[in-house]
Every structure is written in structure tokens, then in C-alpha cells.
Nanobody, 122 residues
């Protein structure tokens, strides 16, 4: 019902920056919030940042002051600007949307992208 395509990951050095993008397509009118999660090997998936259609934002304590989430409604795109990257930021970053979509089999409340790898080398 909603397709998410992430881009912008890569290999950087400590202290450098990256900007991730996630483009949503499909039934985007029902999106209520767009989020970035990350998952490193052997760890649980972690909510990094979120932004609602009204512009309210959330950041994990570990990224406050370094990461900025923004949204372009006209392009159905959410961005994650990541500055002062650290080795512990290394993970697969996944785009996620919340909302409510009625489908032939029931109701969906969220969709995930495939993820983009971010590696920070020291």
C-alpha cells in the first residue's frame, strides 16, 4: 500500500556527515508520521528520529544535537541529516511510516523500507 525507498547511506569517517532520504509512494495520504530506525548486528531495532505530519519531532537521546529529521510533504520524502557521526552510529537505517490503511485482508498500521547501510570508520 505504501512503498518506501531509502538512499544516502555509505562509508564515512568519524566526525563526517551523511544525509539519508526516504521517498514514499502509493497511498501516502494516510501517512501520519515518518520515522527512521536503525539496527546494528546483534541489537534490537532502535527508533532514531520521527516526524509527524504536523511537524512534531522526536529524537533518541543518543542522536540529539547531531541528527536532524525533516520532511518535504510535496515530495513525500523524509530526510535524516546526520552530523558528527560516531562508530556507534554504524547500522542499517530503515525508513518507517505510521498510519492506517484499509486493505482487502484487514488494516495495516505501518510499512518499512528495505534499509540503507551506514558505516562510520575510526
Amino acid at each position: 500500500q505504501v512503498q518506501l525507498a531509502e538512499s544516502g547511506g555509505g562509508l564515512v569517517q568519524v566526525g563526517e556527515s551523511l544525509r539519508l532520504s526516504c521517498v514514499a509512494s502509493g497511498r501516502v495520504a494516510s501517512i501520519e508520521s515518518m520515522d527512521w530506525y536503525r539496527q546494528a548486528p546483534g541489537t534490537h531495532r532502535e527508533l532514531v528520529a520521527a516526524i509527524t505530519t504536523g511537524g512534531s519531532t522526536y529524537y533518541a537521546d543518543s542522536v540529539k544535537g547531531r541528527f536532524t529529521i525533516s520532511r518535504d510533504g510535496a515530495k513525500n520524502t523524509v530526510y535524516l541529516q546526520m552530523n558528527s557521526l560516531r562508530p556507534e552510529d554504524t547500522a542499517v537505517y530503515l525508513c518507517h511510516v505510521d498510519g492506517e490503511w484499509t486493505t482487502p485482508s484487514g488494516v495495516d498500521y505501518a510499512y518499512w523500507g528495505q534499509g540503507t547501510q551506514v558505516t562510520v570508520s575510526s
